[in-house]
């Protein structure tokens, strides 16, 4: 079945420092795949998407590559702040299902 | 316009009793999805509601049960509640056969069983 496989954390950086957050999955079909932040209190908020294979998706500075050949669609940023702190979900869905399978979620804190 | 919402945002049960969550879409979406988030995991999917009748079901058992209403609000219903139904109850919204599959999430219900 469909699956989702993300780095344990948490993550501690400094900020300004680089962020990389792997993200792996298990798909029988052609997934879009996902990245959503979860703040303390909070729902998921959607960060990015990519609907197909080579597409990166973009927000806030965060970047994702949609990557087939090695089932991976891993979080980068360049230079992290401390309003970044929060915990990130992967996901897929499979198309037209809305069903959405998550990682079990990466938490990120940036010290000043 | 608004997003989708939850009520209520906390509640306290005691095992073996029943709750009802309910969920308002954003406006314009038809389709609900429910979904239990465990204190420091991913959610896990419940079930799916579009036009009423409940699409896709997620590994959870008949204990919870759903409903969909004609102006596209939910409602989750969970029975001879157990401590592990303790959770953060999350409610998505999407537009059905849509190609990109985005969904919007509410802010959740957090649900104690004591």
């Known amino acids: 079945g469909d699956s989702v496989t993300q780095m344990e954390g948490p993550v501690t950086l400094s900020e300004e420092a680089c962020l990389t957050i792997?993200?792996?999955?298990?798909?029988?079909?052609?997934?879009?795949l996902f990245w959503y932040v979860q703040y303390p209190g909070e729902g998921l908020q959607l960060l990015l998407k990519?609907?197909?294979?080579?597409d990166k998706g973009s927000n806030k500075g965060f970047e994702a590559t949609y990557r087939k050949e090695t089932t991976s669609f891993h979080l980068e940023k360049g230079s992290v702040q401390v309003s970044d702190s929060a915990v990130y979900f992967c996901?897929?869905?499979?198309?037209?299902?809305?069903?959405?399978?998550f990682g079990s979620g990466t938490k990120l804190n940036v010290k000043p | 316009d608004a997003g989708v919402t939850q009520s209520p945002t906390h509640l306290i049960k005691t095992r073996g009793q029943q709750v009802t969550l309910r969920c308002s879409p954003k406006?314009?979406?038809?389709?609900v999805s429910w979904y239990q988030q465990a204190l420091g995991q991913g959610p896990q999917f419940i079930f799916q509601?579009?036009?009423?009748?409940?699409?896709q079901r997620g590994n959870f058992p008949d204990r919870f049960s759903g409903h969909q209403f004609p102006n596209y609000s939910s409602e989750l219903n969970v029975n001879a509640l157990l401590l592990g139904d303790s959770a953060l109850y999350l409610c998505?919204?999407?537009?059905f056969g849509t190609g990109d599959n985005e969904q919007f999430f509410g802010p959740g219900t957090r649900l104690t069983v004591l």
């Open positions: 998505a919204s999407s537009l």
């Open positions: 792997n993200c792996t999955y298990t798909a029988t079909g052609y997934p879009s």
């Open positions: 990519a609907t197909k294979a080579d």
């Open positions: 996901a897929l869905s499979e198309a037209n299902f809305n069903k959405f399978y």
């Open positions: 406006s314009g979406h038809d389709t």
């Open positions: 509601y579009y036009e009423e009748e409940e699409r």
